[in-house]
Nanobody
């Protein structure tokens, strides 16, 4: 079973930047797509961004367009989320996910990393 592990979260001031990383436990892992979601306690999980590994196509949630950038590592087992201009409303637990196919059902999830942007 492939496991995803996120890192890079933390407490920053509004306007600062953070870079999240997500690494798969298997070096031979070759997903169709990987992405990031975020969730605050008591709220529904929200899509943030995704990248299709075969084409490089990226997709972003509207409120973070222009501030966040998703990218992949050289191997097929890592994805990053560069977050610039963080706002207090970006404060959430950010989770990484991976899809084996083009469906919208994620096959693997990470545990999440806390991002807090203080005023």
């Amino acid at each position: 079973q492939v496991q995803l592990a996120e890192s890079g979260g933390g407490l920053v001031q509004a306007g600062d930047s953070l870079r999240l990383s997500c690494a798969a436990s298997e070096r031979t892992f070759s997903p169709y797509k990987m992405g990031w979601f975020r969730q605050a306690p008591g709220k529904e999980r929200e899509f943030v961004a995704s990248i299709t590994f075969t084409t490089g196509f990226t997709n972003y949630e509207h409120s973070i367009k222009g501030r966040f950038t998703i990218s992949r590592g050289n191997a097929d087992d890592t994805v990053y989320l560069q977050m610039n201009g963080l706002k207090p409303e970006d404060t959430d637990i950010y989770c990484c996910a991976a899809n084996n196919t083009a469906s919208n059902c994620e096959d693997y999830w990470g545990q999440g990393t806390q991002v807090t942007a203080a005023t």
